[in-house]
């Protein structure tokens, strides 16, 4: 049976007091999250240790933004997966289009940080998507396809997660129709050898919209950014209906 896993993304968001301020509201809120359903954090490098320690028998597990694909080395402002591992972390954002926008990051270096993640045991969130360019040319499917194909070559799909994140929709406000994205979701399970893979939704997700994306029988969850800032609204999304 797929998952559901109700990820939010921190980015670049909230130093460690800010951290145990937002812990102290949210946790106790999720005592009544339903057992097959997945809460990760995935907070600012500089949170992880503090946040660790918070989330500690707690309902929510621990999520980093990036990691490197090599164990050690030369690279300086990069952080490797065994330096995540030994802080309890158990999953991690790969490719979000943040990165691959702003910081170059390419299908390669994607598909080399997926297959390192797995190799340590994290579970990688990959992200993809296509712009607002590409869907009014009717390049979506082809986009998110190539992406696939590139980021997911070797990759084990027993210890995966996909978000489906259309550019457009993050941070904008301007939420994908709620079946379009089932029905782009539905294509990718598609493409995939492993069907349950647990695939959610991102962009621009809400408390007020929650229920409605839930509701779609080929999302199993959401990738959350600014709304996963807020105890309160990150609480009501984990805790949909
Ligand atoms: P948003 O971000 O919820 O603020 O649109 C989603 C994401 O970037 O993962």
Known sequence: MRKVVIAGNWKMFKTQVQAREFLTAFLPKLQDVPQNRAVVLCVPFTDLATVAIQLDGSRAALGAQNVHWEDSGAFTGEIAAPMLTELGVGYVIIGHSERREFFGETDETVNLRLKAAQHHGLIPILCVGETKQEREA?????????????????VDQSNLIIAYEPIWAIGTGETCDCEEANRVIGLIRSQLTNPEVSIQYGGSVKANNI??????????????????LDPDSFARIVNHR
């Open 138 to 154: 009717g390049e979506t499917e082809a986009r998110i396809f190539a992406q696939l194909d590139k980021d997911l070559a070797g």
């Open 211 to 228: 229920d409605d994306i839930m509701a779609q029988p080929e999302i199993d969850g959401v990738l959350v950014g600014g709304a996963s």
